[in-house]
C-alpha cells in the first residue's frame, strides 16, 4: 500500500478506512454482483428505508468541521445515492468497483471515494481542502469548491493534489476502462463507525473486489483522528 499521511487540524475528528488493491479488471457488474444489489435496492424500496438520522448528522458534523457546508448540491455522496435510489426507484450502475463503492454506501450509510491508484504520484494524504482550492468532478467541466473539506489527495513533494472527496470526487482520478490498480476511502466519525466496525466494512470491499473485479494485492488500514 502507498503511504498514507492524516494530516487534519488538531481537534478534527474522523474515522477512516482505507483498502489498496494492487490488481484490479475493470468490466461492467457481473451477475452474481448484480443480484446483491439488487437484493439491498428490492428490500429498502419495499421497507421505505431512508437514511437514519444519526448518520445524515453525524456524516454532515464530519465535514462541518473544516468550515464545509454539506448541503443542497454540497450534500454528502451517501444522501445523494439514498435519495436518488428512492426518488427515480432505480440503482445507476456504472461498473464493478463504483457500483461495489455504491453498494457498500448504500448499506453502511456513509461517503465513499474510489479511486484509480495508477494516477497517484506519491502518498496518499488526507487533509482538508486549501483555500479556494477545486477541481473537475465531471466531463461538464463543473468544479467542486474544496474549501475546507476533507479530501483524499496525492501528496509529493512539494505539492499535494486532491483527487477525491466525501462529495464527488475528481474526473481526473476517477476509474476507467484501463484502471488496474484502485484505493477506496470510507468517510467517517468515531461516534458513528467503531474501529472494529471500520475494519469489518472494508473486509466487505476486499471480499466483494476479489469476487467481482479479480482484485489482487489487497491490504486495509483504518486511520483515527480525534
Not at 14 to 20: D, T, Y
Not at 107 to 129: C, N, S, W, Y
Amino acid at each position: 500500500m502507498k503511504d498514507i499521511r492524516v494530516e487534519l487540524p488538531q481537534g478534527y475528528a474522523a474515522r477512516l478506512g482505507v483498502a489498496h488493491f494492487a490488481e484490479v479488471a475493470m468490466a461492467d457488474a457481473p451477475p452474481a454482483l448484480l443480484d446483491e444489489i439488487s437484493q439491498l435496492c428490492g428490500d429498502y424500496l419495499a421497507r421505505g428505508v431512508d437514511m437514519p438520522d444519526a448518520f445524515v448528522k453525524g456524516v454532515r458534523a464530519l465535514l462541518r468541521q473544516g468550515g464545509f457546508k454539506p448541503s443542497g448540491r454540497n450534500r454528502p455522496a451517501s444522501e445523494y445515492l439514498i435519495r436518488d435510489l428512492i426518488e427515480t426507484r432505480e440503482f445507476k450502475y456504472i461498473n464493478n468497483l463504483v457500483d461495489i463503492n455504491n453498494l457498500l454506501s448504500l448499506r453502511h450509510f456513509l461517503p465513499m471515494t474510489v479511486l484509480d491508484a495508477g494516477k497517484f504520484q506519491g502518498a496518499l494524504e488526507i487533509r482538508l481542502g486549501r483555500e479556494k482550492e477545486s477541481y473537475v468532478f465531471n466531463q461538464s467541466g463543473q468544479e467542486l469548491d474544496l474549501t475546507g473539506l476533507i479530501v483524499a489527495a496525492d501528496a509529493t513533494e512539494g505539492e499535494s493534489r486532491a483527487m477525491g472527496s466525501p462529495i464527488k470526487d475528481s474526473q481526473f482520478a476517477k476509474l476507467a476502462p484501463e484502471t488496474q490498480s484502485a484505493v477506496a476511502v470510507v468517510y467517517s466519525h468515531p461516534s458513528l463507525t467503531s474501529e472494529a466496525q471500520m475494519e469489518a466494512i472494508l473486509q466487505q470491499w476486499c471480499e466483494l473486489s476479489r469476487k467481482h473485479a479479480s482484485a489482487r494485492g489487497m491490504e486495509t488500514r483504518v486511520l483515527t483522528a480525534e
